[in-house]
């Protein structure tokens, strides 16, 4: 039998040195201490900008605007299959607050923090080109 993959969303938002947006998983999460994208499950009914709009005011504090998929992909993890859906988007990095006990920073390619999160490791190239 197949198990449905779950819907998440995740925000690609660059600040205006054209560096990208990453966040720790908080203690307590499967991969705890690893960086990925912020973002979440999309819950019955919500759209996937819905979703996004309230997972990033849940673990951030931060409006996110101009949503648009960029790229989206199935990931098998050991506990679970996801299907991610990555949005470019725009924030005030300003109002940036870490709410869960995560830690955020922007990035380029060269800078990376390690360890990056398996499902995100192999699109970080193709999600954060600018277009």
């Not at 690609?12 to 947006?21: I, P, Y």
Request: aromatic letters at 10%.
């Amino acid at each position: 039998m197949t198990t449905k993959p779950t819907e998440v969303v995740v925000a690609v938002a660059f600040d205006k040195d054209g560096r990208f947006l990453m966040t720790s998983r908080p203690e307590g999460k499967v991969y705890a201490g690893y960086w990925e994208f912020p973002g979440g499950k999309v819950e019955a009914g919500e759209t996937l900008e819905e979703a996004l709009v309230r997972e990033m005011k849940e673990e951030l504090g931060v409006q996110v605007t101009d949503c648009r998929e960029v790229y989206s992909t199935v990931f098998t993890y050991p506990h679970a299959t996801v299907h991610l859906h990555f949005q470019h988007c725009r924030l005030n990095p300003e109002e940036l607050k870490c709410l869960e006990g995560q830690t955020y920073r922007f990035c380029t390619l060269e800078d990376l923090p390690h360890p990056i999160l398996p499902a995100t490791e192999p699109v970080l190239a193709q999600v954060t080109a600018r277009k």
